[in-house]
């Protein structure tokens, strides 16, 4: 037997698989910027593109600082504070996650529009001033309020683990609750509230449908822009070039920000002495998250149901029943698809000690730092080629065969999606693996078990919960994405984040309400069954 | 002999040395104590041979079947060694009886029924079957790992630091009974400590490895 077959698997041959056709689309991408500048690009670059750069900025500023402070004090009210509904309102807080942004800006643009229901009101009590929702600050606004779960859920899970000795032995030094709060708490919980705003932001650039429909001028409108309406490809590849340029100041300074410090957990974890607010502190807290949940949540939902009765509207029509069916299929195909990768990957990953091989991990799972817009450019520009190379293949079987076969079906749709949402079905996995070490894996390779029967008998079973996790999460994300199903859909295809984008940007508010709910109600499930899933009798201890 | 390792080197990284010219001859049925500091590699002699970890260089042979050397890299199921982890690795979703026939699939169901039972009666434990590992004292988890371990036959058996993870009451029985069970089954044994109490009371031979 050869010495490199031990090593040999078919995890390591799925991830340098997954590898190539993750390296493939965007070295084409990196390979066409180096084409020669034409008149759209100089016009983009002479007028355009300092506006594109100090939008993104600005936008992104604004609702890093927005989404830090909602979901960093949410998160802890909720572990320092005990009161009334606590459990309740702490699950609520996640809701936030199953209305994608671009629903709660049609909805709330609408609301403040002048014949809306929030500016009527306002009018019926004598305010006549006129709030311009669909601004830089608005989109800030929303997508504050929509993505702030991810600092809330990362901050709560690192503020639980906070050891109650700190807090009294800073007491003992004579303390102040602000001092405390200023030298323990914040910087204890930096990592996970610069890790939460990381993920905000990285939604934040890859974000079409909001800035779209708000006009505001940053990159992945500029890219649609230049590729649709200018008709120019290379001009939207030298500006995702640019994204992807943000995308790597961004993770800079969020490592920069996080420090080199790692703050171990003291062993022997106390558990946290909860506080109980007075009468006033128990009213300013239940008016804060009760403000957070109604604007993030039940405003945009309930309105939308209101829209409903408005217009009569059918809710289940057939042309809906069939989009709710293209969102199911394509949804589950495609997170089957990443998690079997993901968890191929994590597995050759576990037992990687080279450097390279790390490496390699981590290029496979780049896809969730890049926007969709430059996604979308890559695939596309990918898989046009790919269809010119096995043309004559297609010809074998038909013909006369269309030129762009694999282009013009759900292939590319799905592949784009892998590319996007492998990193998150991995992270999940990899922790899971993380949690359970490599001794099982390793005392069923020496009893005798091959790789694949060791996955099937010991690693799936012990990380079921993670899988199901990781499952949930991903389908959740695809269900709500918009930018890569909008441009690398077949024709004719839709889902209900496209038809609720398409009736939206055809000022169809109301009708885009049924599909808008139903997106809602497939997102909500998966995360109450997330949120409230209970760990097996047998777990890993 | 029985296992022959020879010139066997190792280390994680350029800056490492885990491992240097390591060599060890057993004769087959003989009990090995490998004795040393932490962090001197013991442990990682026991995963080279196991195939857990490859090494840089070096030849490892047990029962004239050639495990590790130039041409030769098998991986860690076709090598036939069983081994005890230092934290058991019983595989908590499995119950005694599971764990234990883990690694009989190539005998018939009768046939690993009986083997299983004989193992459950060699450690003491036939009334656990029904148990999972969480309802089981560091004793007896002990006692079901090395059951597991047993029960393909494997050519040798290694056991990471057996006694650590257990009280010391529970670690001055428990040797005794780990040696006689050991010594019924006529299995070629290395064992790795930083005890030489142990060693001394279990192993026929004790190397320090430092």
Redesign the interface.
Known sequence: ???????FSIFTALTLITTVLVLLPFSNLFFNLFNKANDVWIHIRTFLLFDYIKNTVLLLVLTGIFSGLIGFFSAYVVTFYEFKYKKLLSWLLILPLALPSYIAAFIYADMFSYTGSFARLLRAVGIHHNFDMMSLLGAAVIFSFTLYPYVYMLVKAGLKKHNQTLTDSAKLLKASPFKRFRTLTLPLSRPALIGGILLVLLETLNDYGVVRYFGVRVFSYAIFDAWFRLGDLSSAIRLSAIVVIFVFIIVIIEKAFRGKKSYNILKGHKPLRLKHPTKTGRIIIYFFLISILLIGFFIPTIEMIFNLFTINFTLFSVDLIYTILNTLIISITATLIIIVIALAIANFGRFA?SKLAKGIVKLTTLGYSIPGAVIAVSVLLFFTKVDGFLYPLYELFDKDTKTLVLTTSLVMLTFAYVLRFLTIGFNTIDASYEKIGT??T?????????KLKTLF??DI??IKSGLIAAFIIVFIDIVKELPLTLILRPSNYNTLATTVFIYARDEMIQEASAPALILIIITVIPIYILTHQKR?????? | MFVDIQSLSFDYDKHTKVLTEFSLLIKKGDIVALIGRSGSGKSTVLRLITGLETPIKGRITVNNKVFFDKHTNLPPEKRNVGMVFQDFALFPHMTVKKNVAYGLDHLSKQKKAARVNELLELVGLSHKEKNYPHQLSGGEKQRIALARALAPKPDMILLDEPFSNLDTELKDAIRDQLKAIIKQTGVTCIFVTHDLKDAKQIADKVINHT
Request: aromatic share 10%.
């Open positions: 037997m050869k010495k490199w077959s031990a090593k000690k001794t099982y390793e005392a069923s390779y020496t009893l005798q078990k091959s008998l010991v079973p012990l097996g009798k047998n777990h890993v201890r």
